[in-house]
């Protein structure tokens, strides 16, 4: 019995040591393999890329629903008691099927007139019709300033301009109307489902850099989302507009942060004043250009001021990457013809009057060859292509000529062949072009390792701060869309780029209401841009174009190309007149004779 107990106590002895072995095997290989980050990253991998797709399709969803509002200003009654609407500050009135009022008789010219609000008075303007424009009978030689219970005569068509109280008829989208998309969505639960992505996100790339104890990449997202709350609750208070588009926008800024916190921490700081110096900018430029009055003078100001800024780059920047576009003043580093970009988009504006009466691109086109110049002589050739992109959009948009388009685009052609041939850096970057994985080691070792990092990260991604990405030069600004794939997934890469995408498809979607030609034309000017650079900096990175070294709008590390494109999105915001259902807009004439709204808030019965 004895030797029984023995052999079973010899048996629980072996038992304790073998599993004590096994325990601090398994402890040192926890301690070993096995970090917060890892089980952290395991979890919420799933969960990020659904946040996601979730934020962008409650914001376009919300954006797309509505299809606008027709503005009724006044009218033009005929004498048979036919009243024909005014919807625009700026309608043109002929015999053209494109034309604003149609009005079919056969003495009216295809273009016969302009009537414009302007600095609060209406005007008529006589496009060179034959019949001619007469006001209370008298014939106007080119504008004439109209009044309420004047009568206007087109020929020998008489009208009565009657002004009446602004009014807005809501149109549905029937699309997102028929599919409930847009049931029980909400611009705070939006927001909320924001600031979880980011929260999750800073918490991984904490965790990532756990050995460094930066707690400043959590305090610095701390303090954006209490901006974003602070932001949201002024704009839900005091704005009529939508919310949606600047929800859309602190989504890819929090992605720029992480982004940041990431490839270069020792800047997210600076990131994050760049940020918010953004968001002032552009509510500052909101105020100013929704008075066309005070955009025409912004828009000679800064003209002046960006062609002296060209100068003080050509005269005093400093070369990085084979481009001389940077400023250094020693206490700020900046790129001068970022800032350029607000000016040119406001340099091709233009109110309907001025464009069917004149037509004349002359000064456009000499400030876009100063603008373009100045960047072949600095060698930035991807900023040079953004330009004369957008400046493609904002002539068409002017004088709707294909041919002069056709012209210019055939002497760019030309003179980008000249540059490329003669630049030796610029050429360089062609030769590697559309076979970087010859020249993996030297000339394509940035887009390889891009295509690499983004083929690593699969669909959902190795974690924030655990990419290899980072080590590789301009990983944060022409590569970080590698980044963002490698790290967060395939799947917030991609959406990251429609959001960019859909600001071109709601610029196209807005801008057939908009008051004036002016907003259209700087809201399509704005988005171009935003194509231009998404086009040229993801192609680039993956050897679909050539690596021009342009940054992602809103995503890339840079505080220039942060408040400018926050700027461009000033433009786009002013273009969309629509006010949300929770508001009832009223339209008051003040003691100058311009139109004014007071907001009321709605209950959710009325």
Not at 255 to 264: I, K, T
Not at 339 to 363: E, H, M, P, S, Y
Not at 516 to 524: D, E, K, L
Not at 558 to 573: D, E, Q, R, Y
Request: net charge negative; hydrophobic share 50%.
């Amino acid at each position: 019995m004895d030797n029984i107990l023995d052999i079973i106590e010899q048996l629980l002895n072996t038992v304790v040591v073998w599993s004590q072995n096994i325990g601090v095997k398994f402890g040192i290989f926890l301690s070993n393999y096995i970090n917060p980050a890892e089980i952290y990253t395991l979890v919420f991998r799933w969960i990020i890329p659904v946040l996601a797709v979730m934020i962008f399709f409650r914001c376009i969803s919300i954006l797309l629903s509505n299809a606008g509002y027709n503005t009724v200003w006044g009218f033009l009654d005929i004498p048979n008691g036919y009243k024909i609407p005014i919807m625009h500050w700026e309608n043109s009135i002929g015999r053209s099927k494109l034309s604003d009022i149609v009005i079919n008789l056969p003495f009216i010219s295809r273009s016969h007139a302009v009537i414009t609000y302007s600095e609060g008075n209406w005007v008529v303007t006589d496009l060179g019709s034959k019949g001619g424009v007469f006001v209370n009978g008298n014939k106007v030689d080119n504008s004439e300033m109209v009044e309420d219970g004047d009568m206007v005569s087109l020929a020998s068509a008489d009208f009565l301009f009657h002004l009446s109280e602004p009014t807005q008829d809501k149109k549905e989208n029937h699309f997102f109307n028929f599919f409930n998309l847009t049931k029980n969505i909400n611009s705070g639960k939006t927001l909320l489902f924001i600031l979880i992505f980011q929260l999750i996100g800073s918490i991984q790339i904490f965790l990532s850099s756990w050995e460094d104890k930066n707690t400043s990449i959590l305090l610095t997202f701390l303090l954006f989302i209490i901006v974003e709350c602070f932001y949201y609750l002024i704009l839900k208070k005091y704005s009529k507009k939508y919310l949606e588009l600047e929800l859309i926008i602190f989504f890819l800024c929090g992605l720029n942060l992480l982004v940041v916190a990431s490839a270069a921490p020792a800047f997210l700081f600076k990131q994050l004043i760049a940020i918010i110096l953004g968001i002032i900018v552009y509510f500052i430029l909101q105020v100013i250009i929704n008075d066309l009055t005070r955009a025409r003078k912004l828009k000679y100001i800064l003209v002046v001021f960006s062609i002296l800024l060209m100068l003080l780059n050509l005269i005093l920047g400093e070369s990085r990457f084979g481009a001389r576009n940077w400023i250094n003043l020693g206490f700020i580093t900046f790129q001068p013809m970022e800032f350029v970009k607000i000016a040119f988009v406001l340099a091709g504006t233009a109110t309907l009057d001025k464009l069917l009466t004149t037509r004349n691109l002359t000064a456009f086109i000499g400030f876009s060859g100063i603008c373009i110049g100045a960047l072949i002589i600095m060698s930035d050739l991807g900023t040079a292509v953004i330009f004369f992109g957008a400046f493609l959009v904002i002539a068409f948009m002017r004088s709707g000529d294909f041919r002069t388009i056709a012209l210019i685009c055939s002497g760019a052609i030309l003179g980008a062949f000249v540059v490329v041939s003669f630049i030796p850096y610029i050429a360089a970057r062609f030769e590697a072009w559309g076979h970087v994985w010859e020249f993996a080691d030297s000339l394509g070792y940035q887009q390889t390792r891009t295509m690499i990092a983004i083929a690593s990260g699969g669909f959902l991604g190795v974690g924030g701060g655990r990419g290899f990405l980072v080590n590789i030069p301009a990983s944060d600004t022409d590569l970080v869309f590698g980044i963002l794939c490698e790290e967060w997934g395939l799947i917030v890469g991609v959406t990251a780029v429609l959001i960019i995408v859909f600001l071109a498809i709601f610029a196209v979607f807005i801008i057939r209401g908009c008051k004036s030609s002016f907003y259209a034309i700087a809201a399509s000017g704005a988005v171009s841009i935003y194509l231009m650079q998404t086009i040229l900096n993801i192609f680039g990175s993956i050897d679909f174009l050539p690596l021009t070294g342009v940054t992602l709008p809103f995503i890339s590390n840079g505080g220039s190309s942060m408040i400018t494109s926050w700027a461009l999105l000033a433009f786009v915001k002013a273009a969309d007149d629509r006010y949300r259902p929770d508001k009832e807009v009223i339209y008051e004439e003040n003691e100058d004779n311009i139109y004014e709204y007071d907001e009321y808030e709605l209950d959710e019965e009325e």
